[in-house]
């Protein structure tokens, strides 16, 4: 639960531009997590799931900051 807090915290702190790169970088990771699950190579399933959490936590402190 701390490392949750900090990683929403470090999200949170970050400028508008880090925070469009931030979800650039993750949608690609995602991308390439896919493959290799449709390949059959992805062992740890759950980085779908958590990099999928960073994008949308990225998104919502975006709109956030964009709305001020």
């Not at 900090?6 to 650039?24: C, F, M, P, R, Y």
């Not at 190579?41 to 975006?62: D, P, R, S």
């Amino acid at each position: 639960a701390v490392s949750r807090l900090k990683s929403e915290l470090e999200i949170k702190e970050k400028t508008v531009a880090e925070l469009e790169e931030t979800i650039l970088d993750a949608k690609k990771q995602l991308f390439d997590l896919r493959i290799k699950k449709a390949t059959q190579k992805l062992e740890n399933t759950a980085e779908i799931k958590t990099l999928k959490k960073k994008v949308a936590q990225a998104k919502t402190v975006l709109t956030e900051k964009e709305g001020k």
